[in-house]
T-cell receptor, first 113, second 112 residues
Framework: QKEVEQNSGPLSVPEGAIASLNCTYS??????FFWYRQYSGKSPELIMS????GDKEDGRFTAQLNKASQYVSLLIRDSQPSDSATYLC?????????????FGSGTQLTVLP | DAGITQSPRHKVTETGTPVTLRCHQT?????MYWYRQDPGHGLRLIHY???????DKGEVSDGYSVSRSKTEDFLLTLESATSSQTSVYFC???????????FGPGTRLTVL
């Protein structure tokens, strides 16, 4: 069983809508959670990090964490065509040989003009 | 991108040949990582380093070795390349094991 699961998509939303990206993880003790954005042919870039239950907002982006449900999400408000990319969820497990950051396979988002 | 460069950016090689990829950073980050990215698998950790000459294995380390003789450089070597190692390789750096990782531009490697 993969430790970090994401809906692979593709997810399509119209311009101006809210895009909702979801991620579940298996290690209940995980403490650190990250969302990366990756444009086609480019490297991942950090959008948000979240460590505590609840919401964290940064501009049009909101990360939501629910540790009891082992669920982290990313909401993108007022979606723009420039938001079209693959979004990677990454989770730092609580223990293990090196506490290595574990990535989901990514959700491909397309924002339609 | 935290001042991270990777070389070469593209490489085509033949099965059985040795290949070395280089990652160079100017941020003085202590931690450096090598990942590979394949369709359907996301990013998978190959090896990482937590200091000069201090390295450890990741999830998919078989067939790869690494070296770090200076803070700024982290080398990934494929001793005898195989077609299954065709992938995009990303280097990343970070200040600590639980901190944000910053990614380099990537190297696209094709093994024929």
């Amino acid at each position: 069983q993969k430790e970090v699961e994401q809906n692979s998509g593709p997810l399509s939303v119209p311009e101006g809508a809210i895009a909702s990206l979801n991620c579940t993880y298996s290690d209940r003790g995980s403490q650190s959670f990250f969302w990366y954005r990756q444009y086609s042919g480019k490297s991942p870039e950090l959008i948000m990090s979240i460590y505590s239950n609840g919401d964290k907002e940064d501009g049009r982006f909101t990360a939501q964490l629910n540790k009891a449900s082992q669920y982290v999400s990313l909401l993108i408000r007022d979606s723009q065509p420039s938001d079209s990319a693959t979004y990677l969820c990454a989770v730092l497990p609580s223990s293990g040989s090196a506490r290595q950051l574990t990535f989901g396979s990514g959700t491909q988002l397309t924002v339609l003009p | 991108d935290a001042g991270i460069t990777q070389s070469p950016r593209h490489k085509v090689t033949e099965t059985g040949t040795p290949v070395t990829l280089r990652c160079h950073q100017t941020e003085n980050h202590r931690y450096m990582y090598w990942y590979r990215q394949d369709p359907g698998h996301g990013l998978r950790l190959i090896h990482y380093s937590y200091g000069v000459k201090d390295t450890d294995k990741g999830e998919v380390s078989d067939g790869y070795s690494v070296s770090r003789s200076k803070t700024e450089d982290f080398l990934l070597t494929l001793e005898s390349a195989t077609s299954s190692q065709t992938s995009v390789y990303f280097c990343a750096t970070g200040t600590g094991p639980t901190d944000t990782q910053y990614f380099g531009p990537g190297t696209r490697l094709t093994v024929l």
